[in-house]
């Protein structure tokens, strides 16, 4: 880098000459990317279990460790100083938008895709060669760049290192921990000791603790009044908007049918046309509606949702449409349990969605449970899941969190002199907060300490081969 | 069934809305027709906040389930994003447009009314659900500010007019508002960690708010590196409220979304 104000704008600097700019990082993407399709033609994606542990933990140490070293020892190195300065930076953001872009657009399933996308990997994006190499130059980039600013380390670069590091941390240990990740269900029956779970490939797997399920339980919210075409059963999507909640004394209006609910049971039998509240199992809900119509001509009728017991009711409002009960949704669904682990510890607890119960290293999550008989269900389905790298990703996670608060402060004052905004440049606007380069020497445009430590920092002007 | 008539508030805000930015275009000097705009504009968002409070109250549960009802919030944020710049940089017309894009954001759910319920099912009901579309919505308000500074500056060079157009305040917005959306897309990850078992699935909703993150991220270094390349940048922001869109609305269309887990937004 040049220290000389004077230098006049030079010409397009030749491809690979020191210091690199953004035309060398787009041919460093370009190469990254035919190899890795290349690879991926040849020799297949990418074994996810391949860097379970340890091997995770030196890849980790030793990919960090070369960031670390090779910007102590090497600095001076084109590469290595690329690295640690944005245009590397934002041409590997480019690399992993374009391909992470892909991935937003192509199901990442084999089932459904063409033959050739599946060969590129495209279909398996995060397992593939592409995204290993981008991932690799995106993390070079960020280690670098966090390399060269904590050395040394000075107080005022705190906000740029918690989101640096953090994000390095995050993503490094995130990647890293794929293949320590384990995920199993349990399927659990009332009053029987599971010991065994399946992972998602149906291998079964011995649990170091036995779960018993208790009991089941589901709480719901009441059923919808819905109005449909009677022939197909399909909501009548004029209607929809206007669907409202059954309870006793409930009324609404959809598309010109005045409704009104005149009893409502959470539980019901049917005797003799009618129904009664009743405590059984398969129980289902019912209402009494009465429906009038816009010359004021009324019908009454009992509707239900029916259960996996007994059947649905309609009432048929003209020969075309009828009012309905909708199947009525979950509003909390858990299970009671006892845990039961080797050394002896019985645990009584409950297993909530949106609270897991951590056990020996387990976390044990509420995931489903037999959805064909809904809230008598005797079945639950746990499932159990062991991270250990979990720790890092967080130490990332709460590290960005403080650095998103840095973030917010960089904001700059208003400028004052908005009077003598500079003249628009040959190709450019002049955004007026140049001006305040404009009398700063070469010199001490490069010095950190001069610079206050907010205000941007441009690097002098030497990549005209940028974009 | 509502006890109250969500198209009521509605209408009063948008007119609301409208008349104070009437009144900002016309006051001239005049001392009580801008204290009148100000108070117009300002009231907007008074009904507004009224009937989200009341909404919340009625349904028992945050109203954030639905696009709708995140439109709802945006619809109410970003007048405010609009009246703090303008009260800060003196720029009128940032009012306008966010005041404008608040209007036709609730001429939406005008238009499309929402089905307001009670339901909120089980994955969503957590102390994470409100910080995180809260931070998140903010989030997309501050960086449509930004984006309303680019488009203008980018209109502005494109027909030929020799006027200078300073891009700090979208810097700033993009700052805060990056900041935010960090804050959301964590504290999303730290939710999912509690509701499904993992802080991260690449699920499509979590893809497109990957990119979005990291388009503004792009934007950021770019503005350090080339401070004066203003057009790049320009568009920059403009090509990343696209994502933003995409990753806030378009998501449910994508065939790539057909197994996702995000479905409830519908
Ligand atoms: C959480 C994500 C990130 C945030 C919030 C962030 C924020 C920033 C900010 C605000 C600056 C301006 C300098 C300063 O604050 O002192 C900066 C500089 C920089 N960032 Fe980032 N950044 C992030 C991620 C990245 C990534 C992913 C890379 C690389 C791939 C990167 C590479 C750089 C580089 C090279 C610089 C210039 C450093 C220098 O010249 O001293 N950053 N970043």
Redesign the pocket.
């Known amino acids: 880098m040049s220290l000389n104000n004077e230098i006049p704008k030079m010409k397009k600097k030749p491809v690979w000459v020191a210091p690199w700019g953004y035309t060398e990082g787009w041919l460093i993407c370009a190469g990254l990317l035919i190899t890795g399709l290349a690879l991926q033609l040849t020799a297949g994606g990418l074994d996810s279990k391949a860097l379970s542990w340890p091997a995770n933990i030196i890849t980790g140490g030793m990919f960090t460790g070369l960031i670390a070293g090779g910007w102590l020892l090497f600095r001076g190195n084109p590469l290595v100083n690329w690295?640690?300065?944005?245009?590397?930076?934002?041409t590997?953001?480019a690399l992993?938008t374009f391909l992470v872009l892909i991935m937003g657009f192509t199901l990442q399933e084999n089932e459904g895709n063409p033959l050739w996308v599946q060969q590129l990997g495209l279909s398996n994006m995060t397992g593939s060669w592409p995204f290993l190499f981008g991932m690799m130059?995106?993390?070079?980039?960020?280690?670098?760049?966090?390399m060269?600013?904590i050395t040394p380390m000075k107080g005022?670069?705190i906000?740029?290192f918690l989101?640096?590091a953090?994000?390095?941390i995050a993503?490094l240990g995130g990647l890293l921990g794929a293949a320590d990740l384990k995920r199993v269900t349990m399927d659990l029956y009332e009053g029987e000791v599971v010991w065994g779970a399946t992972d998602r490939q149906g291998h079964y797997m011995d649990m170091p603790f036995a779960v018993e399920l208790e009991r089941f339980n589901m709480e719901e919210y009441n059923p919808k009044i819905a109005l449909i075409v009677t022939e197909t059963g399909r909501i009548v999507p004029e209607a929809i908007s206007e669907m409202f909640e059954i309870d006793t004394g409930h009324r609404g209006n959809m598309i010109g049918w005045d409704v009104e609910v005149l009893k409502f049971y959470a539980m019901s039998g049917r005797i003799d046309g009618r129904f009664e509240p009743v405590v059984d199992y398969g129980a289902p809900p019912s209402a009494l509606v009465r429906v009038t119509d816009t010359s004021g001509q009324s019908i009454e009728g009992w509707i239900t949702s029916g259960s996996f017991m007994y059947p649905h009711q309609l009432l048929n409002i003209d020969h075309e449409h009828s009012v309905a009960m909708t199947i009525p949704r979950a509003s909390h669904y858990s299970s009671d349990v006892v845990i039961y682990t080797p050394s002896g510890d019985l645990i009584e607890t409950n297993i909530e969605v949106n609270h897991p119960v951590s056990v020996n290293g387990w976390k044990l999550y509420q995931y489903s449970y037999d959805d064909r008989f809904g809230k008598w269900s005797s079945t639950s389905v746990i499932e159990a899941i062991r991270d250990p790298w979990l720790p890092v990703v967080y130490t990332g996670i709460f590290m960005?969190i403080a650095?998103?608060i840095?973030?917010m402060t960089?904001g700059k004052a208003p400028e004052k002199d908005s009077e003598n905004r500079p003249e628009r440049d040959e190709e450019e606007m002049s955004s007026p907060e140049n001006k305040k380069y404009e009398g700063i020497t070469a010199e001490n445009r490069m010095s950190?300490e001069s610079m206050p430590?907010?205000v941007?920092?441009p690097?002098p002007e030497t990549e005209l081969a940028g974009v | 069934m509502m006890p109250i008539d969500p198209t009521l508030f509605t209408i009063a805000a948008i007119v609301l809305w409208a008349l104070g930015m009437l009144l900002f275009a016309f006051a001239g000097e005049k001392k009580v027709l801008k204290w009148a705009a100000h108070g117009s504009f300002l009231a907007g968002v008074g009904v507004l906040v009224v009937f989200t409070w009341l909404l919340w109250d009625i349904l028992g549960r945050p109203p954030m389930r639905t696009l709708g009802e995140t439109r709802l919030w945006y619809a109410m944020f970003l007048p405010v994003i609009g009246y703090a710049t303008y009260i800060r940089w003196d720029y009128k017309w940032i009012l306008h447009y966010s005041g404008a894009m608040a209007i036709l954001f609730l001429a939406i759910n005008l238009i499309y009314p929402d089905n307001y319920d009670r339901d909120l099912m089980p994955a969503l009901q957590s102390i994470w659900f409100v910080p995180h579309v809260i931070v998140y919505i903010f989030a997309y308000a501050l960086l449509a500010g930004a984006t309303i500074v680019a488009v203008k500056g980018l209109f502005i060079k494109y027909t030929g007019r020799n006027r200078t157009w300073s891009m700090q305040p979208a810097d700033n917005l993009v700052?805060l508002g990056?900041?935010f959306l960090?804050l959301g897309l964590l504290f999303g990850a730290l939710w999912g960690k509690e509701a499904w078992g993992h802080y991260w699935m690449w699920d499509p909703k979590e893809t497109w708010a990957f990119l979005t993150?990291?388009g503004y991220?792009a934007y950021?270094?770019y503005r350090?590196?080339k401070p004066k390349r203003i057009t790049a940048a320009m568009w920059m922001l403009a090509g990343a409220f696209i994502i933003l869109l995409i990753a806030w609305f378009g998501v449910n269309y994508l065939p790539s979304a057909a197994n996702s887990v995000h479905t409830y937004s519908q």
Do not use: C, D, Q
């Open positions: 690295l640690a300065r944005v245009p590397a930076a934002v590997s953001i992993i130059f995106f993390l070079s980039s960020l280690g670098m760049a966090t060269k600013r005022r670069n906000g740029f989101n640096h953090g994000l390095y993503i960005l650095g998103s840095y973030l960089l950190e430590g907010r941007t920092k690097e | 700052y990056l900041g960090t993150w990291i991220l950021i270094h350090y590196h």
